[in-house]
């Protein structure tokens, strides 16, 4: 069964993989605009707070492509380690592709 993510009103299938375009990206996220059925992709071997961080960094690629992608990777790892420090673990991790 395919997970869709909604971002801003628009929809992602979420997608993780064994691999991603390059070996070493740990995901991916489809210009909305230029698909027309949009994934987010996310490299299925990573797990914990290095995964939750991808989603955060796929996620606000979702939500404003433009961003500069410096801003995208210090916020995202800056989001990632403040919440695994609150305590978010995810005890269903998918791994499914």
């Given at each position: 069964?395919?997970?869709?993510?909604t971002?801003?009103?628009?929809?992602?299938?979420?997608?993780?993989?064994?691999?991603?375009?390059?070996?070493?990206?740990?995901?991916l996220?489809?210009?909305?605009?230029?698909?027309?059925?949009?994934?987010?992709?996310?490299?299925?071997?990573?797990?914990g707070?290095?995964?939750?961080?991808?989603?955060?960094?796929?996620m606000?690629?979702?939500?404003?492509?433009?961003?500069?992608?410096?801003?995208?990777?210090?916020?995202?790892?800056?989001?990632?380690?403040?919440l695994?420090?609150?305590?978010?673990?995810?005890?269903?991790?998918?791994?499914?592709?």
């Open positions: 069964m395919a997970r869709t993510v971002i801003l009103g628009k929809t992602w299938q979420l997608v993780h993989s064994k691999r991603i375009n390059k070996a070493n990206d740990r995901g996220c489809d210009d909305h605009a230029a698909y027309k059925n949009p994934k987010i992709s996310i490299k299925r071997c990573l797990c707070e290095e995964r939750l961080e991808v989603y955060i960094h796929e606000l690629h979702a939500a404003n492509w433009h961003i500069d992608e410096g801003f995208v990777k210090k916020f995202s790892e800056d989001v990632a380690r403040e695994w420090k609150l305590g978010y673990r995810n005890t269903t991790e998918e791994t499914n592709g």
